[in-house]
């Protein structure tokens, strides 16, 4: 099977200006659009931005936010749609837009994160957790016609 990544990044910034880099992208037939159009997300939010640092609102805005989500894909640096998604981040970069990119690998310490912009939020971040479904009071065992005894050791 190999080995594979969760994938989240986000591009975002002015409305029109988004727009305008996502047409282009698309005009050009950018393989990022093509090859994750699945998995691409293109949204507008109102955004409280804030200042860096002490945390009082700076200005509040309508922003676009290209969003993509992938999850257990394999994630190698010389496939080509990694490279299509990495270039399209650049060119975010380029025009001055905003980008958070956060790949989290099997291991437990493979994590890359990457950020950049003018007003780059940090939405992205990553934790790390052990959940458990059971519910030794609510157990439901279908299939299972074993008595529902529990054994102190």
């Known amino acids: 099977m190999g080995y594979t990544s969760d994938i989240r990044s986000l591009i975002y910034g002015d409305p029109d200006a988004v727009g305008a880099f996502v047409a282009r992208h698309k005009l050009e037939g950018h393989l990022a659009f093509t090859a994750f159009a699945e998995n691409i997300r293109i949204y507008d939010r109102l955004c409280h931005y804030y200042y860096h640092g002490i945390g009082r609102l700076q200005s509040a805005a309508r922003i676009t936010i290209i969003d993509l989500k992938l999850d257990c894909v394999k994630w190698y640096s010389d496939s ?4 299509a998604w990495e270039r399209l981040i650049r060119d975010a ?4 837009l905003n ?6 690998g099997e291991e437990s310490t493979d994590m890359n994160r990457e950020f950049g912009g003018p007003d780059v939020q940090g939405w992205l971040a990553y934790h790390v957790e052990i959940v458990s ?6 157990m439901e065992c279908p299939n299972d016609t074993t008595d529902d005894t529990s054994t102190e050791i």
């Open 80 to 83: 080509d749609n990694v490279c």
């Open 93 to 96: 970069d380029a025009v001055g």
């Open 99 to 104: 980008y958070e990119f956060l790949r989290l």
């Open 133 to 138: 479904h059971v519910d030794t009071h609510t």
